[in-house]
Structures are given as C-alpha cells and as structure tokens.
C-alpha cells in the first residue's frame, strides 16, 4: 500500500506524542501537533481534519503497514500506547516492503562490479543481510564491524548538515590532553571515518591550518552566527592521498618507507596493503620488502606496531627510532610489574641484612623524563649538581614522576606511618673521581648545620633533639637511593656489609668487621633502587670508567619528632 509523504509525517507526529507519558493526548492535541509538524515541513499551514487523523490511529493500529501499534483510549478521551516502550520506529518491515527491499538488492548487486559503485558494497551486503535476517527470522549471517557504544556519533547527523549547508558551527570540545573544554568557532569541511571512529576535518580561522577534531571528544554544538569561512584550496578527493588515518600534515612531503615482514604476516599485509601506494620491493624465503609513499604520522606507527615482531622498519631512520623505543617502552611496561613476593623478600632482606635491590621500579621513559628535568634545572639555574639538596622543594614537579604506583607500594611494604624526611640529588660526573671511604649514616635532626673546627665527619648541631636509642633508629628509618644511570663496579657502585646495621660501631669496630668480612657489591640498573639501613657499613670505590652516576638520595622515618625540628615531605600512600 502507497503512502505517501504527509502520511508518514503525521503517523511519526503521533508516534512521537504517544511515546511521552509525561502528557495526556486527547484526539485535538494530537490534530494541533499534527499541523504543527505538517507547517514546519511544508512552510505553510495545512489543513489536519479530524477524519484524517481518526484514520491514521486506525492505520497505525492496523498490520497494513506493518505496525500493530498498541493504541488504547482511556477515560473515553485520552490516547496512549499500552506498551511505553513501543514506537512504530521499532517495527519490523512488512513483507511487501521485504518484497520490495530484496528487489532493490538485487538490483544493485548488479552493479558491484563497476568502479563508480564500488563503495556500495558494504551497504548492499548489509542490506542484503537486513532483509534475510527480517524474512526468516534468523540470525545475521554477517557480522560488520560496529562499536555501539562509541561516544558523538549522535553528532553525525548534526555535523553532515552543516557541512552540507556550508555554515559554521560553535563547538565544546575537550582534547583527550586538556584539563578542560574550550568552546571555539569551527569551520567543517568533511566528516572522515577511521578504524571505527569518527572525526571532523575543518578550520578555526582563517589563517589558520586544516585541523581534526573526534566526535567521541565533543561536547555540544550550535550553530555559529559567524560567516563560513571556505578553503578553497581543501580537495576532498587529495587530502589523504599521501597519508595513513587522520593525521595529516598538509606541507609535509611524502617520505620512502621501507619494511620487510616476515613470511607468517607477509600474506596478510600484501592481500590488504597499508596505503595505495604499497609496492612489493624484494621476496626471500623469510618474507617481504614493501614500500610506501607517506606521510610519518602516529597511524602509520600504529599499522606498524600492530604486527609486532612480524615486521621490521628499514627506512627511513626516523621512523626506525621510533618504533624500536616504543617497543622497548611496551617491554619496559612489563618488566616494570612489581608483585607481592618481590616486595615482601625486599622488605626481609632490608630488615635482616640492612639493604636490599629491586630493579624496574621505574621505566626508561620515567628515567628520560627525570634526567631531562634535572640536567635543564641545574643548566638554568647554575645550581651545584653534586649534593643538590631540598630537590624536591625547588623541582615540585618531579614528585609526579618519582612517586608512582610502585614507589608507594614498595613503602607501604616495608612499614607504616613512613615520611620522606630529606631529599638529595647528586650527579657524580665523568670528571670527578671521588671515594667514599667505609662508614654508617648516623640521622640526626636538625635545624641548621654549622662547619666547626676540629670535627671531620661531625658538625656542630644547633637544636639536636634528645638521642634516640640505636635500635629504634635502625627500625624506623632507611634511605632510598633512586639510579638514574646504570651502577657498576667500574663507575663507583656501593659496597655494603650485610648485617651490619644493627649498632652505632666504634672506629676500630669498623676496621675489623671490614677486613674480616666479603662486601656485597651493589649494582643496580637505571630505573632501580637501592634500600639502606642508616647504620649499615658501606663505601664506594675510586670509578674505573668515565659514565656518569646520577642517583636520588631519599630518607624516610615513621619516628615523630617535635616541629620544626626535621624536614618533611607527607607522600600520600
């Protein structure tokens, strides 16, 4: 049965009206929504009889059109849908229009072959697919990629019509690096699809360059009362001509990328290539060499890493690095896992022998970013880079780094209530070749160091506390040394005597434990840490190799003592 425009937009009229349970219907409300919907459409008022929309209930209840819908009259006035959940949207298609669909289907199929319907195909195997699935009532035979969850698709719509009617639009958005949304004017040219997510290529202002935005990342969007800006220089067709994704750098020249993957992926990468531009360079009995003509941008790296070890990037160096570090980051992410067993043989060893080692605590990329910080604070600032001390007080920002997740866990581990009471960073350089002769850590809070004459390893301490005993010092504190760089025995790494923590020694103590005792040697890599009892007997040797040792000396106590009198920093565990 025909039906023809009006038709349909009074039956969604009153299918919208009888979906709002919030307001009760009577036969004229329906009739003013009715002509209300008709003079929006039309642009002109359109005489709705009351004959005319008796007949469209009765239509919508009726299997003409494939509807059925549950319409009941109440209190002999008020119309409403029995089922709240019904809408004639959800209505399965009628056999004729199956009818009908199938046909349309299979008259396109006929034209799959040809170059301008190429891009139909999908729609048709998904149409194809609809139509078996509502005739037999059977399960899809076809499952295409869909993410119904994916946020801003509802934006779609909203964004297609502007681009089609050329206007500009005043958009929230906030990026996945903002810390909060900024509403702009944008200008949008093309709505572009990638792996399953939407985006919006367009332009602030005028001068400036082609910019995309994710639809899963807008907030809102309204009309703009600005003029459109058009670029007449933006090609839908060339844009990603010589690019992988979205990301795409308009003055950036195509480079020559190189890759050889291995026998097990080449079948996959060849049937579906990267980029148009793929060529097959060279085939040996262990894969293949492809090139590509693009763009280096974040899709190309991610096409690359998705094969994992099957692939090999040969060209160009750039792309090479990069690669290569994210893969030793992924692998660095891993060995970075610190489990329950580690913590507690770390807290043993550190209670018994008075020192204990774990290594990846903190990942290369943690290590670079810390490095990086410190070598330009101390350039800026001219500041002493051996015995740097209060670091954290003059390089708040670090904290974000050095008290990450295995920071905290590795102190909760070894005792509660614990505080960081002295932060110092020193810098052994290729240049200095300084020892450190053997001797125990001895804290002592204070409020000011003064140099006096006649002490060597002691200073005067003006406003000590009371001593406390050997044992609870032993208990309550420790140090922990942050590497920056690899620690060997060549470049100065610290020995220590196990077990030699638990008393104040005198000097000639000292001198016979060390020559009747086997030293640990104790090399950590970049990225580990060392913990230390403060009396246990360590030294270090005279470097044997020109390598920089960069180390973060942090000291903790869960002791309380009276204010003012240690330096503090509360880590939030």
């Not at 190429?118 to 993410?147: A, C, P, R, W």
């Not at 969007?221 to 010589?242: G, M, P, Q, R, W």
């Not at 060997?488 to 104040?504: F, Y």
Request: glycine share 4%; aromatic share 10%; with cysteine.
């Amino acid at each position: 049965m025909a039906v023809n425009k009006n038709a349909l937009i009074r039956y969604k009229t009153i299918d919208k009206c009888l979906q709002n349970n919030f307001r009760q219907w009577t036969l004229n409300d329906l009739i003013e929504a009715v002509s209300d919907a008709l003079y929006e459409y039309e642009g002109k008022d359109v005489d709705v009889s009351k004959r005319t929309v008796q007949l469209d209930l009765q239509m919508m209840r009726s299997d003409k059109l494939g509807y059925n819908a549950p319409i009941k009259v109440y209190d002999r006035k008020y119309y409403k849908y029995e089922d709240e959940d019904y809408s004639i949207t959800n209505s399965p298609i009628s056999n004729q229009d199956l009818s009908k669909l199938s046909e349309a289907v299979s008259f396109l199929k006929q034209f799959q072959g040809f170059s301008h319907f190429e891009e139909l195909g999908s729609m048709v195997q998904k149409l194809e697919d609809h139509v078996y699935t509502q005739k037999t009532q059977e399960k899809s035979l076809i499952d295409f990629e869909k993410n119904e969850n994916l946020k801003g698709l509802k934006f779609l719509d909203t964004l297609y019509q502007f681009i089609l009617k050329k206007e500009a639009i005043d958009i929230t958005y906030q990026s996945f690096k903002a810390r909060h949304e900024s509403t702009f004017t944008f200008h949008p040219y093309l709505l572009k699809e990638f792996r399953n997510r939407w985006f919006v290529i367009g332009k602030r202002l005028k001068n400036e360059g082609l910019m995309n935005l994710a639809l899963d990342r807008i907030i809102a969007i309204n009309k703009s009362e600005k003029a459109f800006v058009l670029d007449e220089t933006f090609n839908t067709e060339t844009y990603y001509k010589n690019a992988i994704g979205v990301s795409v750098s308009p003055n950036l020249e195509p480079e020559k990328v190189l890759l050889y993957v291995n026998h097990k992926q080449a079948p996959y990468v060849l049937t579906k290539p990267f980029h148009a531009s793929q060529k097959e360079v060279n085939r040996d009995n262990y894969g293949v060499t492809i090139s590509l003509d693009v763009q280096l941008n974040f899709e190309l790296e991610k096409e690359i890493l998705g094969l994992g070890e099957g692939i090999k990037v040969i060209a160009p160096e750039r792309l090479k690095r990069n690669i290569k570090e994210r893969l030793c980051d992924a692998v660095d992410a891993y060995e970075t896992e610190i489990n329950d067993k580690n913590l507690r043989t770390i807290a043993k060893r550190l209670a018994y022998k008075g020192y204990g080692i774990l290594n990846h605590v903190y990942t290369k990329r943690d290590i670079r970013k810390l490095k990086a910080r410190l070598d330009t604070y101390i350039r800026e600032h001219d500041e002493q880079a051996f015995g740097m001390r209060e670091v954290l007080h003059k390089m708040p920002e670090i904290k974000e780094i050095l008290f990450n997740k295995n920071f905290k866990k590795l102190i909760k581990s070894i005792g509660k209530g614990m505080f960081l009471t002295k932060a110092i960073y020193f810098d052994k350089s290729p240049k200095d070749n300084w020892y450190v002769t053997w001797h125990q850590d001895v804290p002592i809070n204070v409020t000011e160091k003064k140099e006096t004459e006649g002490f060597t390893s002691w200073t005067n301490k003006k406003g000590v506390i009371s001593v406390c005993p050997t044992e609870e010092i032993s208990k309550n504190t420790f140090s922990m040394r942050i590497h920056l760089d690899d620690t060997t025995i060549k470049n100065g790494a610290l020995k220590v005597i196990p077990g030699s923590q638990n008393k104040r020694l005198r000097d000639a103590e000292i001198k016979l434990i060390v020559n009747n005792s086997i030293p640990f040697v104790s090399e950590v890599a970049a990225g580990g840490v060392q913990l230390i009892k403060p009396f246990l007997l360590h030294a270090s040797s005279e470097t044997q190799t020109q390598q920089r040792r960069r180390v973060l000396h942090l000291e903790f106590s869960s002791m309380e003592l009276p204010n003012g009198l240690r330096y503090a920093e509360r880590v939030n565990l």
